[in-house]
């Protein structure tokens, strides 16, 4: 029944182009690795180091490394436990959450979903295509590319400056598809109402984090036409009856919870607090996205394209086919 580490690793993985947001550029992704093995099995988990919260890959993969010899002499369940008091939320607890995770259904003949609890085998669904940040010229034209592609739900990237610009550009270059925003926090200093006000005449129908963690205040007083969903304000399920005066619902993403296990408790908590749920990712590979895809099953929105914006997937990852992530 014991387990152990055997390996945890950093990865390069190249991004098709780039992928901008309003912190900066990427052209490649460093994600790290976690496999664990026990009575002959193997389980696997990745996570994408927090930028913003000063993570990195090789940072990730040594407290991996600390944390492995604490859990050596436990079965998979019981080293998942002891990983949420080990560790702390961030990537590194993800990939050593997820691939304990892994292995326990491997070890006991079962699916990912079924360990999980849930009511049926995860069927493929409608997923968000991020539009990074540009000029409105240049984000119409991503916009064209994903609509004939067959993406029918797009992300617009936002800094707080131009943003009416950028969304109607995307607009134009999309006009049938659905719209979200993600505005990562940049909404502090302009009129909050009459900018969800715009953009709800674009057809915009969701906006992501408005404004900066600790000024969730802000959001108090407004009633806008369209749902706020908190994503950086909202890291593990005990901040659900936090935030959830302010906001309509939670973007809950593994790196950011520390795994599937907390992954999942913030999703009960947003039920019970009659929050909605959207399901994301960082730029990752379909090793990462294994597990959150069980979770998007429970989501109003998914947003799980990391590996669509990357120049290669792992071998037998997901396919994006007309707008959808499936197997």
């Known amino acids: 029944m014991a387990i152990q580490l055997k390996s945890a690793r950093v990865e390069r993985w190249p991004v098709a182009g780039s992928f901008v947001i309003s912190r900066g550029a990427k052209t490649?992704?460093?994600?790290?690795?976690?496999?664990?093995?026990?009575?002959?099995?193997?389980?696997?988990?990745?996570?994408?180091?927090?930028?913003?919260?000063?993570e990195d890959a090789?940072?990730?993969?040594?407290?991996?490394?600390?944390?492995?010899?604490?859990?050596?002499?436990?079965?998979?369940?019981?080293?998942?436990?002891?990983?949420?008091?080990?560790?702390?939320?961030g990537a590194a607890r993800n990939a050593l959450d997820c691939a304990l995770w892994d292995l326990e259904a491997r070890q006991r003949g079962l699916r990912l979903w079924q360990l999980a609890g849930c009511d049926g085998a995860p069927t493929s669904r409608v997923t968000a295509f991020t539009i990074s940040l540009g000029t409105p010229g240049a984000m119409a034209e991503q916009a064209a590319t994903a609509e004939a592609d067959g993406y029918r739900l797009l992300k617009i990237k936002l800094t707080g400056q131009d943003d009416r610009l950028r969304v109607a550009a995307v607009r134009m270059g999309a006009p049938e598809a659905r719209l979200i925003v993600d505005a990562n926090?940049?909404?502090?200093?302009?009129?909050?109402?009459?900018?969800?006000?715009?953009l709800a005449d674009l057809g915009v129908e969701m906006i992501e984090q408005p404004v900066p963690v600790g000024a969730d205040a802000l959001l108090?007083?407004?009633?806008?036409?369209?749902?706020?969903?908190?994503?950086?304000?909202?890291?593990?399920?005990?901040?659900?009856?936090r935030i959830g005066p302010f906001y309509d619902g939670v973007n809950i993403k593994l790196d950011k919870a520390g795994g599937l296990t907390e992954a999942l408790r913030i999703a009960d908590a947003a039920d019970t607090a009659g929050l909605s749920?959207?399901?994301?990712?960082?730029?990752?590979?379909?090793?990462?996205?294994?597990?959150?895809?069980?979770?998007?099953?429970?989501a109003r929105w998914v947003d799980l394209d990391g590996p669509a914006l990357l120049e290669r997937d792992r071998e037998g990852g997901f396919e994006f086919r007309e707008g959808r992530i499936g197997i």
């Open 28 to 54: 490649h992704v460093d994600v790290v690795v976690a496999e664990i093995e026990g009575e002959g099995e193997i389980g696997r988990g990745e996570g994408t180091p927090i930028y913003y919260l000063g």
């Open 220 to 241: 108090d007083p407004i009633y806008a036409p369209i749902p706020f969903l908190a994503d950086e304000s909202c890291q593990t399920a005990a901040d659900v009856a």
């Open 58 to 89: 090789a940072g990730c993969r040594d407290q991996i490394l600390l944390a492995a010899p604490h859990i050596a002499d436990l079965d998979a369940a019981s080293a998942r436990a002891a990983v949420q008091e080990l560790m702390a939320a």
């Open 277 to 298: 749920i959207m399901v994301g990712c960082m730029l990752s590979t379909s090793l990462a996205i294994a597990p959150a895809f069980v979770l998007a099953q429970r």
């Open 185 to 198: 926090e940049s909404w502090r200093d302009i009129d909050i109402l009459s900018e969800a006000e715009a």
